[in-house]
């Protein structure tokens, strides 16, 4: 099997190098090149589709976040121009990504079209491409026409209900009717792709003594199989692979995502890279990637695969399975309510909660609630929380001594929101329960500090909200997790006692819809009865937030994402002794 992937990849190799040298959109060179298809092994050479009146190259990876929501649009895409002489080929020049994986993922994807491995990124070298997803037209003479973004609906950090722009589109309908591409160049977004480091002379950081150390601390949580990060991060190989991507995201300090203020408060899972780990990942990287000797490893994170709790005492899922539509219908998909009956036995004390999506692709947020006997569940109605998940969000993870109570007989109910992504697909979700060996100190809960009268100005590039809660008896506070949508700016905590001091406990000045975070405190912090907590929250409904759908109208709460919520949650105790 060896032989023969090696033979394959060799012959792909030789017959990439028969590609013409390609500079930029305008370039008078006739293009040339063959390929084999990831899929079957046959050779695809541009050649075969000489009668195609244009032929879009796009450069695509299988992990990287913004290029898979874009997996759906050029799917589409390639059935509409087909008809009218357009020919659709991916190509795949990551370092990581074989032919196997390649292939797998043009599966998922349902790609109607050649997907090609580029090995040794021979053929992205000759086009200058340096993102996945990047498209390139070039029209019926095979001269490079329009490189760049397929459209302006999804980037870093935002992503619009619909584009603004379509440039691609727009392009080969310039190159159907005869007439010159308006606009040849556009920056395409994405991952950087990934081609083979070369080491560079002596190493004073290598993978094994620093890098590895540093992936297992900052990065491993969420960058290994069946978590949030689009890629694992497990290896050296893995490292290596994604260097210039982890290059970008480090030096622009977007990753690891971590969003507190670091002059308020201080946090158990705070994900943030200190500077001195900085340098040295960002060294490495500018070094060539050396790995180092395989003796200077360390022993690496034991995780439970699939669960970040470790392994579940008890696992609930949906016991019937949602069709999520490929397509958002008008309104959008009306929050789903499950419920589910517990058989315990006894009351339990959960001290680790973790929901987990069945379709995460689509699971937009799960609140899970605890219905115990006699109450009933009112949807929209505060209930009792027992765990939830929002993008970028992490599980329930209670210190000793805490825990939540889910009486004898209880019901779990789900509320599920779906975000459809052009591909019908069927969830059901689970949640992960881990319970408390002994009767535990405090009981926890969560409350949601929230304020629905939102009435967002159009065009408010600053607008404030506040919400409160008091304590009405003497507690303590264990984490935050603040929560807005897409018009949301910053969020900030605050601690008013009954003195009139002010002490803020969490500021988010950069709030990002991507990544919801929870932050749980290091130390309880101490709430006297007749202290509040406040809550202020601004918004961003002005044309200079790129996440903003309409910022010509005024925005009130609702569900949707288009619409706003305001909620401060917080997870916290009385300090009295639970029942």
Not at 175 to 195: F, N, Q, S
Not at 419 to 446: H, N
Request: aromatic share 8%; with cysteine.
């Amino acid at each position: 099997m060896r032989i023969r992937l090696l033979a394959f990849l060799t012959l792909c190799g030789l017959l990439a190098l028969l590609a013409a040298p390609v500079a930029s959109s305008g370039e008078k060179k006739p293009v040339a090149f063959s390929l084999a298809d990831a899929r079957d092994g046959k050779t695809v050479a541009l050649s075969d589709f000489a009668d195609r009146k244009a032929v879009v190259v796009v450069f695509v990876g299988t992990e990287c976040p913004v290029n898979n929501q874009y997996m759906p649009v050029l799917a589409r895409m390639a059935k509409d121009f087909e008809p009218r002489g357009v020919q659709f080929l991916a190509v795949n020049s990551n370092a990581q990504d074989n032919p196997a994986r390649v292939a797998e993922h043009a599966k998922k994807h349902d790609l109607p079209f050649p997907v090609l491995k580029d090995p040794a990124a021979a053929v992205a070298d000759r086009f200058g491409a340096k993102r996945t997803p990047e498209a390139v037209v070039l029209d019926g003479k095979r001269t490079v026409v329009y490189r760049g973004r397929i459209d302006d609906q999804y980037g870093v950090g935002f992503g619009r209900p619909k584009p603004t722009r379509r440039d691609l589109a727009d392009a080969l309908e310039a190159v159907l009717t005869g007439k010159p591409v308006e606009r040849p160049t556009t920056e395409a977004p994405g991952c950087l792709i990934a081609r083979v480091a070369k080491p560079k002379g002596e190493a004073t950081v290598t993978y094994t003594k620093q890098v590895s150390r540093l992936l297992q601390k900052h990065c491993q949580e969420c960058h290994r199989p069946g978590q949030i990060g689009p890629m694992p991060l497990l290896t050296y190989d893995d490292a290596a692979s994604w260097a210039e991507t982890i290059k970008e995201v480090v030096a622009e300090k977007r990753m690891p995502p971590w969003h507190a203020d670091p002059k308020f408060g201080t946090f158990s899972n705070d994900r943030s890279l200190p500077e001195e780990g900085r340098k040295s990942l960002l060294a490495w990287i500018d070094g060539g990637c050396p790995k180092g000797d395989d003796k200077d490893l360390p022993p690496p994170r034991s995780f439970v695969s699939g669960w970040g709790v470790g392994k579940p005492d008890v696992v609930v899922s949906m016991s019937e399975e949602f069709d999520v539509p490929a397509e958002t219908p008008k309104g959008g998909v009306p929050y789903q309510y499950f419920t589910e009956t517990t058989d315990f036995g006894e009351d339990k004390w959960v001290t680790r909660a973790e929901a987990k999506p069945g379709a995460a692709e689509v699971v937009h947020h799960i609140i899970v609630y605890i219905v115990p006997p006699g109450e009933t569940f009112v949807p929209g109605r505060p209930g009792r929380v027992l765990v939830g998940v929002a993008p970028g969000d992490t599980a329930l993870v209670l210190p000793p001594g805490y825990a939540k109570k889910i009486p004898r007989g209880s019901q779990l109910v789900f509320q599920m929101h779906y975000t459809p992504d052009g591909k019908a697909r069927k969830d059901r979700s689970s949640v992960g329960l881990v319970f408390a060996k002994e009767p535990p100190e405090r009981a926890a809960i969560t409350l949601g500090i929230s304020n629905p009268k939102i009435r967002i100005p159009a065009g408010a590039d600053d607008y404030k909200i506040e919400s409160q809660f008091l304590f009405k008896e003497d507690g303590h506070i264990l984490g935050f997790m603040p929560h807005m949508h897409l018009r949301g700016k910053s969020f900030r905590y605050e601690a008013v006692f009954p003195d009139g001091k002010t002490e803020v406990l969490l500021s988010v000045p950069r709030f990002d819809f991507n990544w919801q975070a929870s932050y749980r405190l290091v130390k309880p912090y101490a709430m006297p009865k007749g202290s509040k907590v406040h809550c202020v929250a601004h918004f961003d409904n002005s044309e200079k937030n790129l996440n903003n759908p309409d910022s010509t109208k005024e925005v009130r709460w609702g569900d949707q994402t288009w619409e706003e919520m305001m909620i401060g949650w917080v997870e916290f105790v009385f300090d009295k002794k639970p029942q």
